[in-house]
């Protein structure tokens, strides 16, 4: 038997009055997925903004 069933999950969070959030996560092969978070005040969670590494500029210099 799986639980993987988001949408049964999520009905159930609502009959109860739960609320959901989705957040940005990444497996240990790095691949890029979203992790259900479930909890009665969420609120908190929306002043984060998603978690990711910044963009980094690269330089050259050429020799002399």
């Known amino acids: 038997m799986t639980y993987d069933n988001a ?5 159930m969070a609502r009959k109860h009055g739960f609320q959901m ?10 691949a890029a997925m979203k992790e259900l ?7 908190w969670m929306d ?7 910044p963009k ?3 330089t050259t210099h050429q020799k002399k």
């Open 21 to 30: 959030r989705l957040i940005p996560m990444t497996n240990t092969h790095h």
């Open 7 to 11: 949408e049964e999950v999520k009905e």
């Open 37 to 43: 978070v479930i909890g009665k005040d969420l609120s």
């Open 47 to 53: 002043s984060y903004p998603s978690v990711h590494e």
């Open 56 to 58: 980094i500029d690269y």
